[in-house]
């Protein structure tokens, strides 16, 4: 609302000049509603911080006479007894009374009288009264009589008076209606009269220097000196029929220099704005009180109006903007002149002024912060203070951001997996936490180079691979007996054969089969088959070893090999299965489930699988039935780099990442921290990597502030999307990077925060995302145009010099808003991801079985995916 403060009183006022309080004396002329014609002097406290809407009254003291003008001046005695200076009043009978503010007051405390001075010489009502603001002991009043009095009050108790000034000829005045002191020159005073005469005073020579009236007279009600020009007045009149304001300037009196045309009745009131002289506020019978532009003679803006008109109004020098208004509707009120700008000028025919701040806003010198790192500074120029210097400082207040963020982006800058390493390393061995020392290590191997990344895995895990150097041995070693097996079979095939056809047809080799049997003490049994066995030697002959190869243990169930060897001569493989189950002799039902074909042999081995309880058994179970799921849900987490180190040898191209991702949220869920981390690493999600890295963004950890700690993050961050080529975050890694990239642009590192933001794509941006970068864009447009012909003339390079082919970055060579092209088959940046480094075959361990093997056919791969060659199938 425009009105602030306000009191029931039909009075005029005056603001104390150097305190917060108002004096109000009754109006001559107006009664309240209870038609009392009591005069008082009250004085009312200035409270703007009170939310009570009412003035309080202070002091109060009664008056002879009703107040025709009201002023308040500064102390011009010296004395601490007027350190609030004077109220003078120019009351109906001719009579100026004073009054001490501070003993009004205070007089319920001390009981003194505040009227000090009672100063009669006027003759009629005192209409003009004003204390001089350069000698504030100087009072200056006039009155009906046309004799203007100045008044000095060094002793408020003794005043004195200088002869009266009175004007002869074109100066002489008939009733004074108002009098002004100049506000640049201390010994010029202004009177106006209602015979249309205008005086100017020079108090040095005692006599008037300038006078001037109008063509046609008419009354003059008000005068008020412009606040920065010392020869220029303004002059209204209350005449119904010339309600025009006029400004006139002392050099030339023949015409004004302007005129305000608005009211549309007889202006009553006028005051001039003392912090800013384009503006002057008027009230006048018309019911209108409007602040003008003295510089374009426009309206600004426009108190509401009462039901009555005001009479007097000023401008209260402690608060710029602030107005009183006193009306004849018994109300004295308190107005910000700003919130009145609403109640405009409605629908009359006079346009506003344009929007201009005014000069109370103006400060002789300031600074303020700017994007980019930029503080921006202005004082004074010169002592004068006509014109002022700025300055554009760069504002760095972290150091150790600004040094860390610059070495990072160099070690990152050629994008090669060398130096990523290197880099890698360099931060498992500067770290004093020792799970971030296993984080950096994790990163590392995503950086092998192409064919050891899933052995450097193992490795890391804590398991060893067989190298290629045994497994040639070994098959050495396996070709070299297959040869000397070879060789004996060959010499031997005769009595082998003829062997082979007596344990067949047992039935007509009696004698043979007599002479074979072993004795009692012997420790190889007589096979239930009719196979025949050698006695054991010393040195058994190849021969012999087959045989005994073949010989089996003798049963202690002859009925159970009955029904066996029946099963086995009518074909019923399945049979004999089910009957070596049922008599638990699993490895009797495997060999024969073998020869009963690939069916039969499935069934039997999951049934074994299914009925062994030992713990490799399960991997093997999982591995043969192709169900790694199983084995991650199952296997106790304190193995979990074991079932990690399985699901790197074992996972299938697209489970890896969900395979990785379950057994992360397992250990998640149980408490593991570090251990969900290494594995959502593994499986290339950042954004949940990121959600547990940021945890410890919420308070200091270990010491360092929360810059620091963010700086951490992001360089895991950045890292592990080098390694992944990811280009697509959550929510929450966008608000990240957001604020880092505030932070960086905030420290004047403007182009490094572009290059962060570019890794978001353009994509889905949140608004606060592009508007930072589009500021960012607009602050480094500069530089961008002075180096465009370096630009043109060079190669380009990806962002912070990561091969694109690799790690699928933006060019930066593009501007941030660019796209770069999508894959047919992913949303993903073009050229191979960070997986492409491991689909290559990995020696016998592929078996020529990995994805990466396959030339025929290449499914474009997961971003960020680090995915293990298959092994070897087991049947």
């Not at 350190?83 to 009978?93: E, K, N, P, Q």
């Not at 020079?202 to 010392?230: G, H, M, T, Y």
């Not at 070994?474 to 095939?493: F, H, T």
Request: charge should be negative; proline fraction near 5%; charged fraction near 20%.
């Amino acid at each position: 609302m425009a009105c602030i403060k306000g009191i029931n009183r039909s009075a005029s006022a005056a603001f104390a000049p150097d305190a917060p309080y108002m004096a109000a004396g009754t109006m001559a002329g107006a009664v309240d509603l209870s038609f009392s014609s009591s005069a008082n002097l009250e004085i009312f406290k200035l409270d703007f911080q009170s939310e009570d809407r009412d003035l309080l009254l202070v002091g109060e003291s009664p008056s002879s006479e009703r107040f025709n003008r009201l002023a308040w001046g500064k102390n011009g005695s010296g004395s601490e007894d007027f350190s609030l200076g004077l109220v003078a009043g120019g009351l109906v009978d001719g009579s100026i009374d004073i009054w001490n503010p501070l003993s009004l007051i205070s007089s319920g405390e001390t009981g003194g009288n505040p009227l000090i001075a009672h100063l009669s010489r006027h003759k009629g009502p005192v209409r003009g009264l004003e204390f001089n603001s350069f000698t504030p002991n100087l009072l200056a009043s006039g009155a009906d009589d046309g004799e203007i009095c100045i008044w000095d009050l060094s002793a408020p108790a003794e005043p004195s008076h200088f002869p009266p000034l009175r004007g002869n000829g074109s100066a002489a005045q008939g009733e004074i209606s108002f009098v002004s002191w100049n506000s640049k020159v201390q010994h010029i005073l202004a009177s106006t009269s209602y015979n249309g005469t205008t005086v100017v005073w020079d108090l040095k020579k005692q006599k008037p220097v300038i006078s001037f009236s109008e063509s046609i007279k008419r009354r003059c009600s008000v005068l008020q000196w412009n606040p920065d020009v010392a020869t220029q007045l303004v002059v209204a009149s209350d005449e119904d029929s010339s309600p025009a304001l006029r400004l006139w300037d002392m050099r030339n009196t023949m015409s004004p220099v302007k005129e305000f045309v608005g009211h549309t009745k007889g202006v009553i009131a006028m005051s001039w704005c003392p912090n800013d002289s384009s503006y002057l506020l008027t009230c006048a019978k018309d019911n209108r009180t409007i602040c003008w532009d003295t510089v374009s003679g426009e309206i600004v803006s426009e108190l509401p109006a009462g039901t009555n008109w005001n009479f007097d109004v000023h401008w209260y020098p402690k608060i710029p903007g602030v107005i009183s208004a006193s009306s004849f509707d018994g109300k004295i009120g308190i107005y910000n002149i700003e919130g009145c700008s609403r109640y405009g000028v409605g629908d009359s025919n006079f346009s506003a002024a344009p929007l201009r701040a005014p000069k109370w806003y103006k400060r002789p010198a300031g600074a303020s912060f700017g994007f980019g790192g930029k503080l921006v500074s202005f004082h004074p120029k010169s002592s004068a203070g006509h014109t002022s210097e700025v300055f554009v400082h760069n504002l760095v207040t972290e150091d150790s951001l600004v040094g860390r963020s610059s070495e990072f982006e160099e070690s990152i800058q050629n994008g090669e997996r060398s130096s990523l390493r290197a880099l890698c390393e360099k931060k498992s061995q500067e770290c004093k936490s020792e799970d971030d020392r296993e984080t950096w290590g994790f990163l590392k191997v995503m950086f092998e180079d192409d064919g050891t990344a899933r052995t450097k895995l193992l490795t890391h895990l804590g398991f060893t691979l067989p190298t290629e150097e045994k497994d040639t041995v070994q098959d050495d070693l396996s070709q070299e007996v297959n040869a000397i097996g070879l060789e004996d079979k060959v010499a031997d095939k005769g009595a082998h054969q003829r062997d082979k056809d007596a344990t067949i047809f047992t039935a007509d080799n009696g004698e043979d089969f007599f002479n074979n049997l072993p004795s009692p003490k012997a420790d190889t049994p007589v096979s239930t088959s009719g196979n025949t066995f050698a006695v054991e030697s010393s040195v058994p002959s190849t021969e012999e070893l087959k045989e005994e190869a073949d010989g089996v243990e003798e049963s202690s169930d002859p009925s159970f090999d009955d029904s066996v060897q029946r099963a086995l001569v009518v074909g019923d493989y399945k049979g004999a299965v089910a009957l070596c189950i049922s008599a638990n002799k699993m490895a009797d039902a495997l060999v024969i489930a073998h020869v009963g074909g690939a069916a039969l042999w499935d069934r039997t081995r999951d049934q074994y699988l299914k009925m062994n309880r030992s713990p490799y058994l399960k991997v093997v179970s999982a591995m043969v039935n192709n169900d790694l799921l199983s084995l991650v849900n199952s296997r106790p987490l304190n193995f979990w780099k074991e079932t990690l180190a399985l699901l790197c040898t074992f996972a299938q191209r697209e489970e890896w990442t969900m395979l990785c991702d379950t057994l992360a949220s397992k250990l998640l869920a149980a408490g593991n921290t570090l251990a969900a981390t290494l594995c959502y690493i593994c499986a290339g999600n950042i954004d949940k990597t990121v959600e547990i890295w940021s945890r410890s963004l919420a308070a200091e950890h270990e010491g360092k502030s929360y810059v620091d700690l963010l700086q951490d993050l992001m360089e895991k961050t950045i890292v592990l999307a080098l390694a992944t080529g990811q280009k697509r975050f959550s929510a929450a890694l966008c608000k990240l990077v957001e604020k880092y990239a505030e932070i960086l642009a905030s420290q004047g590192l403007l182009t490094t925060a572009m290059e962060y933001l570019k890794l978001l794509g353009s994509d889905e941006l949140s608004p606060e995302l592009t508007v930072l970068r589009d500021r960012i864009a607009q602050s480094i447009e500069p530089e961008k145009e002075a180096a465009a012909m370096a630009f043109e003339n060079s190669q380009h390079a990806p962002v912070h010099g990561v091969d694109q082919s690799k790690y699928g970055m933006v060019d930066s060579s593009q501007q941030y808003y660019q796209e770069p092209v999508q894959s047919p088959l992913h949303q993903s940046v073009p050229g191979g991801t960070y997986g492409d480094n491991y689909q290559q075959p990995l020696g016998p361990y592929s078996n020529g079985r990995g994805y990466g093997a396959s030339a025929a056919y290449q499914p474009a791969p997961q971003p960020g995916l680090f995915i293990p060659p298959q092994a070897t199938q087991v049947l």
